[in-house]
């Protein structure tokens, strides 16, 4: 079936687009357009309708064909045929317009949309900029400002917004189709123009330099280090300035500039890996589901309460297990401060916070458990408390109930085996803060059930979450790569480095906070308790946590007392550099018998690096992440990595894992095997010239 068919009712053409799932603007169906503006030129028709079938209008450039040579027509070319045409087009949207879609209707003379319909430009989350004329367009009809907000944001407005921002001339409520028609009569009796928007000027004193000053500072700290967003503002500058040719001109020369750079190849990258990554290789798509219509957490601490929250923002309701009648008042009153503070910030009204609440029950009863489909275990660390809630469980819950643990690093296998039902027990792990973080990693046991697995994945997309499968060993994907990152953090830190020199290395580098920052927001408590758990043996070298506990032990357990890595100014939070903490550091150099000496910052940031990438590829080679690109999504999405590096494998894979492999070599070499040993897939692949991604497709 053709993508492009037209077709004449009464005196209106309407041009149908259908190429399934989101009218992504393939070659064919730019073919496709361009045809039929051309054919209606010598038609009967009065005006002509774009409209699409299925789910959505256009959603964009088809992202897939990116990197591959161009085939003409290209999208500028379709656009200025649409907007060349001598009738009327006018763009009838559903679903979402986004991109090279929106940039389509922008095109269009007329523009009308569903209420339901959402319209934007979210090229910048790919690292790129709109480069079909969506820059010079947008600032024409919603004004410079409204123009740079939209497009550096990348957030999608729904259609009643962006008719106010007069994006959109006609909001339609009930059938598509016919309210386009409607419209296009009402043009046609009118005899409107083919008005075209880039006929509009902008007054170049609604864009005073400042503007753009006050947007340049303003992303340089909401998206340190990405290109894409500073080229935004010089090309809505252009479209100020300069006549719309050149403006177009400029657009399209940035906008390759974006296409070619590692950015975007990173960031277009993880927009394919979040997506595959909610697919479970060797499981039908179809495999039927469990229904989730109610669920249960076990621990209302921070992490349990901000698990609850997920749920009941979709409308499931929670039952919230507490030991006592305390510990659930204090559990229930840290949600309602959190939503509280959502209120505040605008983002949900007081109705939807009550509506929220009142999913979220309070019980200490297991036997109120009997009948939830889903329970989720969020207590503490310990294997054997687990275990015994488990076994607990197993006697409360129905029959076909998921049982699953918020561990982050326990053995789900001994968990499952409390149960006499491991094939329902799976490991479900959110990230602090939890109502906030989208990662979640779902570890699957020996035993798991296939359909225990395929609900847990469509679970997590239900509650807004990026879901990503794990197998089942120490510390699971993320938790078992963190841990040699720190270490290396630790050893820099010991060997002459400080909590400063270190944080700022790896957060100019572009992760979300250092790892100091880190453990300081966790609490330097956490792995302290852990340690003491463990024989000496087990904790490895001291010199890999001897700072971080003589700091416990003197009561810095992080930013909960004011003080950690760092001091806490008690008012603003800010950081505060701690003479003190230079000195424990000294102390036991010292006592390890380590000369400190200047670290280099490349120095660091190649330990951390490529510590996560060479057991990154262990992982990968046992299995226990299905794909690098899961791997890359667990670390941008649970572990602040910089989404323009595109995960830590990817980064690899731009850097070359030749380098990668030689540095680890070259460690080793300096430091010992110990640590340093590239792990075998790694060295294959630097000998073969291949790359994670080229492994894992020929795989
Ligand atoms: C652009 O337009 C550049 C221009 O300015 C200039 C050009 C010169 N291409 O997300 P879903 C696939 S840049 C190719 O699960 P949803 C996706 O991979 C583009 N494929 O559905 C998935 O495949 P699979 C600007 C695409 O309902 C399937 O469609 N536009 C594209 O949750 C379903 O996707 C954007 O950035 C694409 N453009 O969400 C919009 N889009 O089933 C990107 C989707 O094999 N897209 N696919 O895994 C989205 O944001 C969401 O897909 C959308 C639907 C909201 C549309």
Same mark, same amino acid.
């Not at 005006?47 to 088809?62: K, N, P, Q, W, Y």
């Given at each position: ?6 077709? /004449?009712? !009464?005196? =209106?053409?309407? %041009?149908?687009?259908?190429?399934? @799932? $989101?009218? &992504?603007?393939? *070659? ?46 290209? /999208?500028? !070319?379709? =656009?200025?045929? %649409?907007?060349?045409?001598?009738? @009327? $087009?006018? &763009?009838?949207? *559903? ?62 407005? &729904? ?541």
């Amino acid at each position: 079936m053709s993508v492009v068919t037209y077709e /004449l009712i !009464e005196n =209106i053409g309407v %041009i149908r687009l259908n190429n399934p @799932p $989101v009218n &992504a603007l393939s *070659h064919a169906l730019r073919e496709g357009i361009q045809d039929a503006i051309n054919r209606a030129q010598e038609d009967a028709s009065k005006a002509l309708i774009l409209i699409c079938e299925g789910r959505t209008f256009i959603a964009g450039a088809d992202i897939s064909e990116f990197g591959k040579p161009p085939k003409a027509p290209s /999208l500028p !070319e379709v =656009i200025s045929a %649409i907007e060349g045409s001598a009738k @009327p $087009v006018i &763009a009838a949207m *559903h679903g979402t317009a986004l991109g090279g879609g929106f940039e389509v209707a922008l095109a269009c003379h007329y523009r009308c949309a569903l209420s339901s319909a959402k319209v934007g430009l979210p090229e910048v989350k790919l690292g790129l900029l709109p480069g079909a004329g969506g820059t010079q367009r947008t600032p024409r009809l919603a004004g410079v400002e409204a123009a740079l907000e939209l497009i550096t944001s990348g957030a999608p407005v &729904a259609a009643n917004k962006a008719a106010q921002m007069n994006l959109i001339d006609r909001v339609i409520d009930g059938e598509l189709l016919e309210g386009a028609l409607d419209y296009a009569r009402e043009l046609v009796t009118a005899q409107a123009p083919a008005r075209r928007v880039s006929d509009l000027m902008i007054d170049p004193a609604s864009a005073p330099a400042e503007l753009f000053e006050g947007f340049r500072s303003k992303l340089a700290k909401r998206a340190r280090g990405q290109m894409a967003p500073q080229l935004i503002v010089s090309c809505v500058e252009a479209a100020v300035a300069l006549p719309i040719e050149q403006g177009l001109a400029k657009e399209r020369e940035l906008f390759i500039e974006c296409l070619q750079s590692s950015q975007s190849a990173a960031m277009r990258h993880l927009f394919f890996a979040e997506r595959e990554a909610s697919k479970v290789k060797g499981l039908d798509k179809d495999t039927p589901k469990r229904e989730i219509a109610s669920v249960a957490i076990i621990g209302g601490g921070t992490m349990g309460g901000g698990i609850a929250m997920n749920f009941a923002n979709v409308g499931i309701p929670v039952k919230l297990v507490e030991i006592d009648d305390e510990a659930l008042a204090r559990g229930l009153s840290i949600i309602e401060k959190n939503y509280s503070i959502t209120v505040k910030k605008g983002k949900l009204s007081e109705a939807q916070k009550d509506q929220c609440l009142s999913l979220i029950q309070g019980t200490t009863d297991y036997a109120d458990l009997a009948d939830v489909d889903l329970v989720i275990e969020a207590v503490f660390e310990n294997l054997e408390l687990k275990k015994e809630i488990f076994a607990e469980l197993d006697n409360s819950c129905k029959q076909g109930a998921i049982l699953a643990t918020n561990t982050s690093y326990q053995d789900v296998d001994q968990i499952a085996a409390a149960t006499r039902r491991p094939q329902d027990v799976i490991g479900l792990h959110f990230f602090s803060p939890a109502n906030v973080m989208k990662l979640l990693e779902v570890v699957r046991g020996d035993k798991t059930a296939d359909d225990v697995i395929a609900t847990a994945m469509a679970l997590g997309k239900k509650i807004h979450k990026v879901p990503a499968l794990s197998g089942n060993c120490y510390g699971f994907i993320g938790n078992r790569m963190l841990r040699h990152y720190a270490r290396e953090a630790q050893l820099c830190m010991i060997e002459g480095g400080t909590p400063e020199q270190i944080d700022s290395v790896m957060q100019d580098w572009g992760m979300a906070m250092g790892p100091m920052a880190v453990g300081d927001l966790a609490g330097l408590d956490i792995g302290y308790k852990a340690r003491q758990g463990l024989t000496d043996e087990q904790k490895g070298d001291p010199k890999t946590y001897c700072i971080a506990d003589a700091l416990v032990e003197m009561g810095h357990l992080g930013q909960k007392t004011g003080a950690g890595y760092y001091r806490y100014d008690p008012e603003t939070r800010a950081r505060i550099t701690d003479p003190e903490v230079v000195e424990v550091i000294e102390t036991q150099a010292k006592a390890h018998g380590v000369s400190r000496r200047a670290i280099d910052n490349s120095e660091i940031l190649n330990r951390l690096t490529c510590a996560l990438i060479n057991e990154g590829s262990k992982i990968l080679q046992e299995g226990i992440a299905q794909r690098p690109g899961d791997i890359d999504v667990v670390y941008v999405f649970g572990y602040g990595f910089p989404a323009y590096r595109g995960g830590p494998m990817q980064y690899a894979d731009t850097v070359g894992l030749k380098r990668i492999h030689d540095t680890i070599v070259m460690f080793g070499q300096r430091y010992g095997e110990e640590y340093w040993t590239p792990a075998p897939l790694l060295k294959e692949l630097a000998e073969s010239g291949k790359t994670f991604a080229e492994w894992a497709r020929g795989k």
